[in-house]
């Protein structure tokens, strides 16, 4: 079983940054691609922003101030958001698209993690 951990949540004021991080724990195979997305009281959980090798993938309302990136020897995807505003205010969640290895074969799951809590003050 692969998990996500998560870190790097908190308060901050209106034009601050955060920087979050990801990894999985467990045995997997590969990973295909990694992703930070959010959920807002009372919204439905959407895309922040991807990765998938060298090619990445942001929401409108996020580019130009939140930046993705991975490290592949440690498996760790960051977020790093800065110029937060008050509507960035939401649960964090990374997810994952692996492969993790079964007696029949190779299996592609999608992980998620726990969730973080980012909240901007204005």
């Known amino acids: 079983q692969v998990q996500l951990m998560e870190s790097g949540g908190g308060l901050v004021q209106a034009g601050g940054s955060l920087t979050l991080s990801c990894a999985p724990s467990?045995?997997?195979?590969?990973?295909?691609?990694m992703g930070w997305y959010r959920q807002a009281p009372g919204n439905q959980r959407e895309m922040v922003a991807t990765i998938n090798g060298i090619i990445t993938n942001y929401a409108d309302s996020v580019k130009g101030r939140f930046t993705i990136a991975k490290n592949n020897t440690e498996n760790t995807v960051y977020l790093q958001m800065n110029r937060l505003k008050p509507e960035d205010t939401a649960v964090y969640y990374c997810?994952?698209?692996?492969?993790?290895?079964?007696?029949?074969?190779?299996?592609?799951?999608?992980?998620w993690g726990q969730g973080t809590q980012v909240t901007v003050s204005s």
């Open positions: 467990g045995s997997f195979v590969s990973i295909n691609s």
């Open positions: 997810a994952a698209d692996l492969a993790v290895f079964t007696k029949w074969g190779n299996k592609r799951i999608d992980s």
